[in-house]
């Protein structure tokens, strides 16, 4: 996994189709404050120096409309990405979570999405006072804990997007701001992106009518539907025609962010696509990893793909993983599901694989930003010598 270096990498970003999405689609009106918020953050930790982890969480929607009621969105719930950053935590990052609004948030999805609802946590004392619930309170007390050292400490910046538009607006301002951390960037890409959107020209101001009306009359002619939105005349169907969103991570490589560690993940359905589908990844991109894994067992095994590696499974053991909300057991044979079960009377806690992925990425980060300083060595060592060698040759003359 070879570190991009400062003279590998062209300042100019690359003169490509992805720049034109930025000429077309206006910034977010929060840009602007989550600029300043994010230098001020890179900026504290860079004078520490401290790594920096960009985490994206959740997924993306894509508007029909400008005054939104309808959207196409993608599945995430933001899991990964929640439980992710609070491991990057726990090993001495500072962390910007840049997440879907209202999905998974580091710390309080302990009690969001959860078979309970946050008020059973709570109880209410002889005195009229809220107090939390006695069964939950070392594990609130812990989970607490953490949130406020990270939050004191000014390790954790929270910031959110809803359109694919919005984030990818956000990345690029922050994956800029990230530059002057060099090698100390890590951009770890959860966020479930979605691969097509509707471009501005073609998206419709009102909401899209469902049934059988009259078209609206502007300067005495009927207004027609966007381009790319098309209903039939019974107002039956609807027919949306989508581009490809453009593939930004080649520009976050190349041109956003040339020294950091870029690691992007790669969800299949087929188990036969996945290690293909990881490399395929690799060699378009050319950045330091993928983390594959399939919708059907995300939760307990994922792949590493890393260039000039062999793939690397990561797998929670049986009596450790999560078990469902619905009580079904795993798919194993009557004999493995006896072995699991006296495996799970021991008691072991259970296992998130976050808690071992994440732990991996740090390794090697690690050995990626030794890889730089060694390389950077290299090149202030070579250009030493030519200044010298040019020195020495002006004197002679």
């Known amino acids: ?115 309970n609802c946050f008020l059973d946590y709570m109880a209410e004392a002889l005195n009229g006072e809220v107090m939390v619930n006695p069964e939950y309170q070392q594990k609130m007390l812990g989970v607490l804990r953490k949130y406020n050292a990270a939050k004191n400490e000014n390790k954790l910046l929270l910031l959110s997007y809803t359109t694919i538009n919005e984030y990818l607006w956000e990345l690029k301002e922050l994956a800029m701001l990230m530059r002057p951390l060099g090698p100390k960037a890590l951009f770890y890409l959860a966020a479930a992106v979605s691969d097509f959107f509707l471009p501005k020209d073609r998206v419709s101001e009102h909401k899209i009518q469902s049934s059988d009306i009259k078209q609206p009359v502007t300067n ?63 060699d378009k991109y050319s950045h330091h990893l993928v983390i594959g894994n399939l919708l059907s067992t995300r939760k307990f095994e994922v792949v590493f793909a890393a260039p000039e590696r062999e793939e690397q499974w990561i797998t929670v053991p049986v009596h450790r993983r999560v078990k469902s909300v619905t009580g079904a057991r795993p798919n194993l044979s009557a004999k493995d599901w006896q072995t699991t079960e006296q495996e799970w009377l021991r008691g072991e806690q259970e296992l998130e694989i976050e808690s071992l992925i994440v732990p991996e990425v740090v390794k090697m980060h690690k050995e990626f930003i030794e890889k730089s300083q060694e390389i950077k060595a290299e090149d202030d060592e070579d250009l030493l010598a030519k200044a010298l060698a040019w020195a020495d040759s002006g004197a002679t003359e």
């Open 1 to 115: 996994m070879e570190p991009r270096t400062p003279t590998e990498a062209s300042d100019t970003l690359p003169e490509i189709k992805q720049n034109s999405y930025f000429d077309d689609n206006a910034p977010p009106k929060v840009l602007d404050s989550y600029r300043k918020l994010g230098k001020a953050f890179v900026s504290d930790h860079l004078q520490s120096g401290r790594r920096v982890v960009l985490v994206t969480s959740g997924g993306t929607t894509v508007p029909l409309e400008n005054q939104t009621v309808r959207f196409i969105d993608n599945f995430s719930a933001g899991t990964r990405g929640a439980t992710s950053a609070e491991y990057f935590l726990e090993n001495g990052y500072a962390v910007i979570f840049l997440h879907r609004q209202y999905s998974l948030l580091p710390y309080s999805r302990h009690y969001s999405h959860s078979t």
């Open 220 to 282: 005495g002619a009927p207004t027609s539907e966007p381009k790319g939105i098309a209903s039939t005349a019974s107002g039956k169907k609807l027919m949306i025609d989508l581009d490809p969103v453009p593939k930004f991570l080649k520009t976050l490589v190349d041109g956003w962010a040339p020294e950091g560690m870029i690691v992007s993940f790669k969800l299949e359905t087929d188990p036969s696509l996945l290690v293909s589908k990881a490399h395929q990844a690799l």
